[in-house]
């Protein structure tokens, strides 16, 4: 069981675990100790995240989601299995944390008359500071 928020968990039937080979320094051991943890979670057909939960979490772009709804994460920042494999649980937790928190909407809001001002006062001075630079003075006419 995989624990999100006191609520919500995830049955260890919904994830699927892989342990490969790890790249970078270990030495001997490296060749031989699949320590890095391939941790796959099926989003799209899981049967406890709610739907608002589901839409979001397929809703983002991100390059760890499959076109399959598939969400995959690879744990190899340590050397022992267990660390690694604590790692990924806990990433796949916090990427589901996110998504439990619906975004505030946006409210429109329109620009107030001062802050129009400003903006055209400041293109002015702008345009003045360029048209003044260089050898020849020209004037709009």
């Not at 979670?41 to 608002?52: G, K």
């Not at 660390?83 to 439990?100: E, G, T």
């Not at 809001?109 to 802050?115: E, L, M």
């Amino acid at each position: 069981m995989l624990d999100i928020d006191g609520v919500l968990t995830i049955p260890d039937e919904e994830l699927v675990e892989r342990f490969v080979r790890a790249a970078g320094p270990g030495g001997q051991n490296v060749n031989k100790v699949a320590s890095a943890v391939e941790l796959r979670f099926d989003v799209a057909t899981s049967t406890v995240l709610p739907d608002a939960v589901r839409a979001r979490l397929l809703a983002r772009r991100d390059r760890r989601l499959t076109d399959a709804g598939v969400l995959v994460i690879q744990a190899n920042r340590f050397r022992d299995q267990a660390k690694n494999r604590d790692d990924a649980r806990a990433r796949l937790a916090d990427i589901i944390r996110a998504a439990l928190v619906a975004p505030k909407r946006r409210i429109a809001t329109r620009p107030t008359r001062a802050s129009k001002e400003r903006r055209i006062e400041a293109k002015k001075t702008r345009s003045s500071i360029k048209r003044t630079r260089g050898g020849r003075h020209w004037s709009a006419e």
